[in-house]
């Protein structure tokens, strides 16, 4: 049973382009959720989705970011404009509903030259 | 808000010295605390969950307890291959289903 899967595990981006990160859940879990962790931070929560519903993105900056997990594919990370601040490991658990643990995947490490 | 601190940052044993992480925190009715494993450029991997004060969980050397201000992860005649950051999360009863995190704790076992 594969584990929660990212890609790009790398990316670099200058500054003012966009990053798309992709997040595709163990299998038979439904519940997606988005991290970022800063250097010398702690992960830090930013959303959560369900297929095709965003269920808490109380996290999420408000501008620049955006979130989605369609009925098909995978849950992208959608990141407009990347300014240097946005560099960080943004990681994607997901679980097979609620209130259970998360299994993270390995990351994607964006880096904003 | 919710809150979780860590200690110590960073802790240095030598092979088979025994030794306990603290987690604290501050929580609006707590719906699991979670410790997770860490290594360099990889993902958290998922430890223990418990639930309700007085639970413990253990696998290996590694053993978790908890009580209503703070859990510990107790590490027993631990090895090498146990360095990693340990992470403890929580998530609170407000509503919200993300986890909340500590910062970590760096261990470092040597030979």
């Known amino acids: ?113 | 808000e919710d809150q979780v601190t860590q200690s110590p940052e960073a802790l240095r044993l030598q092979e088979g010295e025994s030794s306990s992480l603290n987690c604290s925190y501050t929580v609006s009715g707590l719906r699991g605390l979670f410790w997770y494993r860490q290594d360099p450029g990889k993902g958290p991997e998922f430890l223990f969950t418990l639930y309700s004060a007085g639970e413990e969980k253990e696998k290996e050397r590694l053993k978790a307890t908890l009580t209503k201000k703070e859990s510990f992860l107790h590490i027993t005649a631990p090895k090498p291959e146990d360095s990693a950051t340990y992470l403890c999360a929580v998530r609170s009863g407000g509503g919200a289903d993300g986890l909340t995190f500590g910062k970590g704790t760096h261990l470092i076992i040597q030979p």
Request: net charge positive; glycine share 10%; proline share 7%.
């Open chain 1, 1 to 113: 049973n594969a584990g929660v899967m990212q890609n790009p595990r790398h990316l670099v981006r200058r500054r003012g382009q966009e990053a798309r990160l992709r997040c595709s859940p163990m299998k038979g879990h439904s519940h997606v959720y988005w991290y970022r962790q800063l250097p010398e931070e702690g992960l830090k929560f930013m959303v959560y989705l369900q297929k095709e519903n965003i269920i808490d993105e109380s996290g999420m900056p408000k501008e620049r970011f955006s979130a989605e997990f369609p009925k098909e594919g995978p849950s992208i990370l959608r990141i407009q404009q990347v300014v240097r601040g946005d560099s960080a490991a943004y990681f994607c658990a997901s679980s097979p509903g609620t209130g259970g643990e998360q299994y993270f995947g390995p990351g994607t490490r964006l880096t904003v030259t």
